[in-house]
Antibody, heavy 122, light 108 residues
Framework: QVHLQESGPGLVKPSETLSLTCVVSGDSINSNWWNWVRQPPGKGLEWIGEVSHNGDTNYNPSLKPRVTISVDKSNNQFSLKLSSVTAADTAMYYC????????????????WGQGTLVTVSS | IVLTQSPGTLSLSPGERAILSCRASQTVNSNYLVWYQQKPGQAPRLLIYGASTRATGIPDRFSGSGSGTDFTLTISRLEPEDYAVYYCQLFDGSPMYTFGQGTKLEIK
């Protein structure tokens, strides 16, 4: 069974960089696309971006200037960095998998991690 | 592409039929239309992909339909565990993933 687990600081100061890691178990990170999705409290879902096993990335244009997603194959994990954060970046951050080659079938997030809440505050 | 879900909140009793709508701002490939269920304090759960294919383990009271710009998630007979927020999602191939704003299904 595939399991994803997010980790990272729960509190980040404004203007600093948010850093999160997602550890993947039950699947090799050497395949598929590995994604970050966030959800502000009481609001909807927003796709942040994704990384492939070879380091290729795709980002939401609205966040692209501030986002870096990278993969660490040796530890079967991937990471998110979001710079210059403000209170608007306060959210539950989820990691999730998208199957490679899905463009010929259907692209969706499954499974998801349980999420980690990040609050931006001084 | 913008996905608009309606209604924002749907109040129904157990045993009733729920019909949730997701409308795209332009014609989309139905293969890329997906539905999730999210309960409080939990991550979203995949329900339907390809507009109409149930994910593994999803009860057959859940069904998806639609094409073009209009898609529907139907829950034939509501069970107590079905009360949640439902999101539609689209992959537009650019690649970019977009979510609808969600429909909250609450007990009447």
């Amino acid at each position: 069974q595939v399991h994803l687990q997010e980790s990272g600081p729960g509190l980040v100061k404004p203007s600093e960089t948010l850093s999160l890691t997602c550890v993947v178990s039950g699947d090799s990170i050497n395949s598929n696309w590995w994604n970050w999705v966030r959800q502000p409290p009481g609001k909807g879902l927003e796709w942040i971006g994704e990384v492939s096993h070879n380091g290729d990335t795709n980002y939401n244009p609205s966040l692209k200037p501030r986002v870096t997603i990278s993969v660490d194959k040796s530890n079967n994990q991937f990471s998110l960095k979001l710079s210059s954060v403000t209170a608007a970046d306060t959210a539950m951050y989820y990691c999730a998998r998208v199957t490679s080659g899905c463009a010929t079938t259907s692209c969706f997030f499954d499974p998801w991690g349980q999420g980690t809440l990040v609050t931006v505050s001084s | 592409i913008v996905l608009t879900q309606s209604p924002g909140t749907l109040s129904l009793s157990p045993g009733e039929r729920a019909i949730l709508s997701c409308r795209a701002s332009q014609t989309v490939n139905s293969n890329y239309l997906v539905w999730y269920q999210q309960k409080p304090g939990q991550a979203p759960r995949l329900l339907i992909y390809g507009a109409s294919t149930r994910a593994t383990g999803i009860p057959d009271r859940f069904s998806g339909s639609g094409s073009g710009t209009d898609f529907t998630l139907t829950i034939s007979r509501l069970e107590p565990e079905d009360y949640a927020v439902y999101y539609c999602q689209l992959f537009d191939g650019s690649p970019m993933y977009t979510f609808g704003q969600g429909t909250k299904l609450e007990i009447k």
